[in-house]
């Protein structure tokens, strides 16, 4: 099982953030989310239960990942999901939502009169808007942090899980502990 991937990307003024995870052997599948904030943009899910047998799969799954990392990556640089994050109401530079037309208008008319044509109401009409030229996506790499291995400081230890309960349902402070 890999790690995963995480990138920061600056696209049309805007943070995004992606992430790809390997679920493991047990559910052998790859995740890749757009986020901005905590707003899920578009996901992709990948399942490789069909290799699970092969000899070296942590790199096939490993490659996997990184392609549909960067997939995703592209997708977004390429302009893909503009009017999906516009939909969102997240405003990117040089793209505009699209304006929707008004509902039609009909006037009351009284039952003994004849029934006429109902006028013509103009409607508001959008201006053109010029094509975007996509700009060029400030890719920012995150250090690779394994959250297992940090190194923690030796005059302190944690709390056990039973001391953190006991601290819980008592209601009394949990204490620091020295190593």
Same mark, same amino acid.
């Given at each position: ?12 003024? /805007? ?7 390997? $679920? ?6 790859? /995740? ?80 003994? %009169? ?27 790499? %995150? ?11 030796? $005059?302190?230890? %944690? ?21």
């Amino acid at each position: 099982m890999i790690v995963g991937f995480n990138h920061n990307v600056n696209y049309k003024g /805007v943070a995004f953030h992606v992430q790809t995870e390997d $679920s493991g052997v047990k559910s052998p599948q790859l /995740v890749t989310l757009l986020y901005h904030g905590g707003t899920i943009i578009a996901s992709q899910k990948t399942v490789y239960a069909d290799i699970i047998k092969v000899d070296n799969l942590s790199q096939v799954v490993e490659e996997l990942a990184k392609e549909q990392h960067k997939g995703m990556l592209r997708r977004l640089t390429k302009g893909e999901f503009d009017a999906r994050i516009v939909k969102f109401g997240i405003s990117l530079a040089g793209v505009t939502a699209p304006v929707a037309p008004a509902p039609a208008q009909t006037l009351p008319v009284a039952p003994s %009169e004849p029934v006429a044509d109902p006028p013509v109401i103009p409607q508001p009409t959008a201006l053109p808007v010029a094509e975007p030229v996509p700009e060029q996506a400030a890719i920012v790499e %995150e250090p690779i942090i394994d959250k297992f291995r940090q190194p923690r400081a030796k $005059s302190v230890r %944690e709390p056990s899980l039973d001391e953190l309960i006991y601290a819980y349902l008592t209601g009394a402070k949990i204490p620091k502990l020295k190593a």
